[in-house]
C-alpha cells in the first residue's frame, strides 16, 4: 500500500521560511517522479514543483518560481519542498504526489491528473 505522509506546515509570517516534507512508503521511490501541489477552497490545485526520480529533471509553476526549492533524498524515501519568501497568497493546502517515472517534461510534470498516489496534506498558513 502506498503512503505519502507530508510534515511542516504551520502559521508563518509574510517573509518567513517552511520546510515541508514528504515521506514515502510501499513504492520504489526513487523512481517515481514527485511534486509537490497545492490548493485554496474554490480554487483549482495548482502544481508548484516536481522532480524526477533521479533529481535530474525539476518544475517550478510561475508563481513560487525563485521562492521555492524541491528537492529529494531517496535513500530517506524524503521528498522535501523549501518554502522562502513567503507570501499570504501561497497559503493553502500543500499536498505530495507521486507519478510515473517517465514524466519528465514541463507539461508532464506540471498537469496535476498525471500523479496517481496523494498524501493527506499539510496546511500552510501566510499572514500579513
Known amino acids: 500500500q502506498v503512503q505519502l505522509v507530508e510534515s511542516g506546515g504551520g502559521l508563518v509570517q509574510a517573509g518567513d521560511s517552511l520546510r515541508l516534507s514528504c515521506q514515502a512508503s510501499?513504492?520504489?521511490?526513487?523512481?517515481?517522479?514527485m511534486g509537490w501541489l497545492r490548493q485554496v477552497p474554490g480554487k483549482e490545485r495548482e502544481t508548484v514543483a516536481a522532480?524526477?526520480?533521479?533529481?535530474?529533471?525539476?518544475y517550478y509553476g510561475n508563481s513560487v518560481n525563485g521562492r521555492f526549492t524541491i528537492s529529494r533524498d531517496n535513500a530517506k524515501n524524503t521528498v522535501y519542498l523549501q518554502l522562502n519568501s513567503l507570501k499570504p497568497e501561497d497559503t493553502a493546502v500543500y499536498y505530495c504526489?507521486?507519478?510515473?517515472?517517465?514524466?519528465?517534461?514541463?507539461?508532464?510534470?506540471?498537469?496535476?491528473?498525471?500523479?496517481?498516489?496523494w498524501g493527506q496534506g499539510t496546511q500552510v498558513t501566510v499572514s500579513s
Open positions: 504526489a507521486a507519478g510515473p517515472s517517465f514524466l519528465l517534461t514541463a507539461q508532464q510534470m506540471g498537469a496535476q491528473y498525471n500523479y496517481g498516489y
Open positions: 510501499g513504492r520504489t521511490f526513487s523512481r517515481d517522479t
Open positions: 522532480i524526477s526520480g533521479n533529481g535530474g529533471s525539476l
